[in-house]
């Protein structure tokens, strides 16, 4: 049981290139998130899905796309990297709330992060 | 909308030592969890505790508890008996009642240092 990993741990890029990042569950979670971590601004949320085939949009979506074509694997992409995407990005995945919303004592689960530097 | 505040960038306690990290948050919802988490420096990111906004009674982990004032808005975390292994980074989060797929929202977190 590995739990949430992520792939790579570490990418360096030049401006304008494009990369994938893959998140893979083994937990049978529905919901799966990608957050950035950059410094002194703690986690912020780039986009979730609730189910395989679905994706949302978090706090700050802008310039990173999103798919969920299996349920236990989610992929993060920038089309055209940019020094601002420089971060340490997490993977996570949690069980559906049953409608409990904020009342739901489930914890989302994270991967080891992806640092990624771009130049 | 639901915000985070953690007012402590870093700490300092010494080994054995009790700590309170502090945490406040802002929400209209009239029911929300807050969560706890450490981040040590190898970078995982681990749950510690739990409170929910309706839980009559303070929550606690072996070592962490979660002082909850609600009428203050404010969940701060107590760690007794500091180890050296509570060096790390740690972050409060909020759920609350209006968000999508178990969404959190975390404030910027506090470094704490652990003294021997």
């Known amino acids: 049981n590995a739990g949430v990993t992520q792939t790579p741990k570490f990418r360096v890029l030049k401006t304008g290139q494009s990369m994938t990042l893959l998140c893979a569950q083994d937990?049978?979670?529905?919901?799966m998130y990608w957050y950035r971590q950059d410094p002194g601004m703690g986690l912020r949320l780039i986009h979730y899905?609730?189910?395989?085939?679905?994706?949302a949009k978090g706090e700050v979506p802008d310039g990173y796309n999103v798919s969920r074509l299996k349920k236990q694997n989610f992929l993060l992409g920038l089309e055209s990297a940019a020094p601002s995407q420089t971060s340490v990005y997490f993977c996570?995945?949690?069980?559906?709330?049953?409608?409990?919303?904020?009342?739901?004592?489930?914890?989302?689960?994270f991967g080891p992060g992806t640092r990624l530097l771009v130049l | 909308a639901q915000k985070i505040t953690q007012t402590q960038p870093g700490m300092f306690v010494q080994e054995k030592e009790a700590v309170t990290l502090d945490c406040t948050y802002d929400?209209?919802?009239?029911?929300?969890?807050l969560f706890w988490y450490k981040q040590p420096s190898s970078g995982e990111m681990i749950f510690l505790i739990y409170?929910?906004?309706?839980?009559?009674q303070n929550a606690t982990e072996g070592r962490y508890s979660l002082n909850f004032q609600k009428a203050r808005k404010s969940a701060n975390l107590v760690i007794s008996a500091s180890q050296l292994g509570d060096s790390a980074m740690y972050f409060c989060?909020?759920?609350?009642?209006?968000?999508?797929?178990?969404?959190?929202?975390f404030g910027t977190g506090t470094r704490l240092t652990v003294i021997p």
């Open positions: 937990m049978n979670h529905e919901y």
């Open positions: 899905s609730v189910g395989e085939g679905t994706t």
């Open positions: 409170q929910g906004s309706y839980d009559q």
């Open positions: 996570a995945s949690a069980r559906d709330t049953a409608g409990l919303a904020g009342l739901s004592r489930e914890t989302q689960y």
């Open positions: 929400t209209s919802d009239p029911s929300y969890g």
């Open positions: 989060a909020m759920r609350g009642s209006q968000a999508g797929a178990n969404n959190l929202f």
